[in-house]
């Protein structure tokens, strides 16, 4: 069952750095050879961490990003600033190009890198024909962002979703950083003797609420987007005109799926998983479980806050006896490249993995976390590394065990520089608390 024993914060800052970096190294190979989704073959590979030589599991796009995030904020003592932040990102992929990154980010490194460059922010919004890119690259690297105080915490928010958007621009990409953060930042503060899932989901559920309830024309413009990609293929605004694919409003999945049809179609696995993901609008779901009411439509709330009571609903069905097949978790909340497939699935994984797999029978829940996230194959360094450091958080470094650390690139660093970081955050807290009392005593 779940531990019981508070970490300290120090091992809690330490625990989610590293354990972002192993999900990462450790879910890495499988993303390259598509050989995740087999619990057994996941087993197998994990037996074998042990005795690896050290720092054989490479790292990838998601640390050396998650790297750049922690170095600036160590480097301008925990103050976010945005251009050194871009410039960092550059010069990192300039100096390793080959660490996985996505397919269309490369385009705003180039920009970001231009020593002309003045905005921060401008580059990424012209990604996809200027609605900005979904893909999960702001989510995977934002946990450094939610080590912090409690006191940060509308601070936070704020660095999370402008850290995203140096390179994506769409409400779908930096929302999904917003929630990886806030599920960092809750995990750390929580206290593991009163913890209790659905309260965690509830409270994420309330912070994206308002967070998705902003910014509402760049939110449309991402849920327009999200529908576009339906048919499996990356389009482009004046490919699909609302007229042809129906405005959120007008239609719902059966109208959809007559146009592929009339279109002479078919539907691969992944586009269909597209179709489910359509879902969120709330005005056909194919589940039942979940009523419109409660998911909110395209008005009131979006994808995010859908998704976080699917798997609040996934939770309830498991603590009232009922098993929750890895193909409904990835059918219903996905394992994909894009944000909103892939941070709600990393926030399943951490809390479905507190108790017993009879998969996995031989590993502590943080290993759990990381085995699971890459049994759901897919997007599994990015999934893995973003549960790995909710579990982190949560659990502290006494729970990676060491093997693990010496076999993965990067963790040692990790390891440094959560120290460092916290050194600051604690200081930084005690400093201001102190200038309140001399304000006061004055
Ligand atoms: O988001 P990003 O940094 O990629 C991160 C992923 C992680 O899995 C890493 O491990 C690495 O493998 O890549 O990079 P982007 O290029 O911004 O987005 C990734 C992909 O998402 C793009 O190449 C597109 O395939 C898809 N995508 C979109 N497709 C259509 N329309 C992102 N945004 C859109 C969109 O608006
Ligand atoms: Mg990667
Ligand atoms: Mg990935």
């Not at 996941?42 to 037996?47: L, P, T, Y």
């Not at 992929?93 to 397919?103: A, D, L, T, W």
């Not at 798997?311 to 009922?322: M, Q, R, S, V």
Request: aromatic residues 8%; negative net charge; contains cysteine.
């Amino acid at each position: 069952m779940m531990s019981a024993v508070r970490a300290s914060l120090r091992s809690r800052f330490q625990g989610c750095l590293v354990g972002g970096v192993i999900g990462d190294c450790v879910g890495a190979p499988f993303e390259v050879t598509g050989s995740g989704g087999s619990p057994r073959y996941v087993r197998k590979f994990a037996e074998k961490i042990p005795s690896v030589p050290p720092g054989s599991l490479q790292f990838t796009d998601d640390t050396a990003m998650a790297r750049s995030i922690t170095a600036s904020l160590i480097q301008h003592n925990g103050e976010y600033k945005p251009m050194d932040m871009a410039k960092r990102f550059a010069s990192e992929y300039s100096k390793e190009p080959g660490r996985g990154y996505g397919g269309n980010v490369i385009d705003v490194f180039a920009a970001l890198g231009d020593d002309k460059l003045k905005d921060a922010y401008e580059p990424a919004k012209k990604q996809f024909g200027g609605s900005g890119s979904y893909g999960n690259g702001g989510a995977m690297r934002v946990a450094p962002v939610g080590l912090c105080m409690e006191e940060r915490f509308i601070q936070m928010i704020e660095i999370a979703k402008s850290s995203a958007q140096i390179t994506h621009s769409n409400a779908l990409g930096y929302n999904g950083a917003i929630l990886q953060a806030c599920a960092v930042h809750l995990a750390l503060h929580a206290d593991p003797k009163t913890f209790c899932r659905c309260t965690y989901v509830d409270k994420l559920i309330g912070i994206m609420s308002s967070q998705e309830k902003k910014d509402p024309d760049d939110n449309l413009k991402g849920a327009k987007r999200a529908r576009m990609t339906f048919m499996g293929k990356e389009m482009s605004d004046d490919e699909v005109s609302d007229d042809e694919s129906g405005g959120p409003e007008t239609q719902g999945v059966y109208c959809h799926k007559l146009r592929v049809l009339k279109n002479g179609m078919v539907l691969t696995r992944g586009e269909r998983d597209d179709l489910y993901g359509m879902t969120f609008m709330g005005k056909e779901m194919s589940d039942d479980e979940v009523s419109d009411e409660e998911s909110g439509g395209p008005e009131t709330q979006g994808v995010y806050c859908h998704k976080l009571r699917v798997l609040k609903k996934f939770l309830e069905k498991a603590d009232n006896g009922t098993d929750v097949r890895m193909d409904d978790v990835v059918e219903h909340l996905g394992n994909r490249i894009s944000a909103h497939y892939s941070v709600p699935t990393a926030i399943y994984c951490f809390l479905n993995a507190m108790h017993p797999m009879n998969d996995f029978p031989d590993y502590n829940a943080f290993q759990r976390t990381i085995l699971y996230a890459i049994a759901l194959d897919g997007d599994t360094d990015t999934i893995a590394s973003m549960a790995g450091a909710i579990a982190g958080a949560y659990y502290g470094i006494e729970a990676i065990p060491k093997p693990w650390i010496t076999a993965c690139e990067g963790a040692e660093d990790a390891l440094k520089k959560a120290d460092d970081l916290y050194s600051i955050m604690v200081n930084t807290e005690t400093s201001k608390e102190g200038a309140a009392t001399s304000d006061e005593e004055k």
